[in-house]
């Protein structure tokens, strides 16, 4: 990152820097609002969430929900690349759509780098520049 090693940042800037959602993330409180220094409404919003949700139990939402959260909540820390495992998994269609233009927008606006790792071919052709294969743990650029 800015032509430094991951090694050579103090970890708390590296992860403000670098935010990694991976298919299901922690929850560590047993409401939904103590997960949150700040939430945006509009992201909530564009993420077809109301801001009631805020003082549902993780528990009570479905794994959609809470992948849409968790993703609002990395994007708090307005991180210069996203690492992106399955971010639509749990979804479905509309809520996909919503997600991608979420990450598209987000991209966009921050001039942030995105890693999205999908198994969906139509998914990767929809949000991507660039498409890449890890195959026996060598990633390869694919053809155009």
Same mark, same amino acid.
Request: hydrophobic fraction near 40%.
């Given at each position: 990152?800015? %032509?430094?090693?991951?090694? #050579? /940042?103090?970890?708390?800037?590296?992860?403000?820097?670098?935010?990694?959602?991976?298919?299901?993330?922690?929850?560590? %409180?047993?409401? *939904?609002?103590?997960?949150?220094?700040? *939430?945006?409404?509009? /992201? !909530?919003?564009?993420?077809?969430?109301? %801001?009631?949700?805020?003082?549902?139990? @993780?528990?009570?939402?479905?794994?959609? #929900?809470?992948?849409?959260?968790?993703?609002?909540?990395?994007?708090?820390?307005?991180?210069?690349?996203?690492?992106?495992?399955?971010?639509?998994?749990?979804?479905?269609?509309?809520?996909?759509?919503? *997600?991608?233009?979420?990450?598209?927008?987000?991209?966009?606006?921050?001039?942030?780098? *995105?890693?999205? @790792?999908?198994?969906?071919?139509? #998914?990767?052709?929809?949000?991507?520049?660039?498409?890449?294969? !890890?195959? %026996?743990?060598? !990633?390869?650029?694919?053809?155009?």
């Amino acid at each position: 990152m800015d %032509d430094r090693e991951c090694g #050579q /940042w103090e970890a708390p800037a590296w992860r403000r820097m670098v935010g990694f959602l991976p298919v299901e993330s922690q929850w560590w %409180d047993e409401r *939904v609002e103590p997960h949150f220094v700040h *939430v945006e409404s509009p /992201w !909530l919003a564009a993420l077809g969430l109301s %801001d009631s949700i805020l003082e549902r139990r @993780v528990d009570y939402l479905s794994s959609g #929900q809470r992948q849409r959260l968790a993703l609002i909540r990395l994007m708090g820390n307005r991180p210069k690349a996203l690492l992106l495992d399955e971010p639509t998994a749990n979804l479905d269609g509309e809520n996909a759509a919503r *997600v991608e233009a979420f990450i598209g927008a987000y991209r966009r606006d921050a001039g942030a780098a *995105v890693i999205w @790792v999908t198994h969906d071919p139509a #998914q990767s052709r929809r949000v991507a520049t660039a498409h890449y294969t !890890l195959t %026996d743990g060598a !990633l390869a650029p694919l053809p155009s």
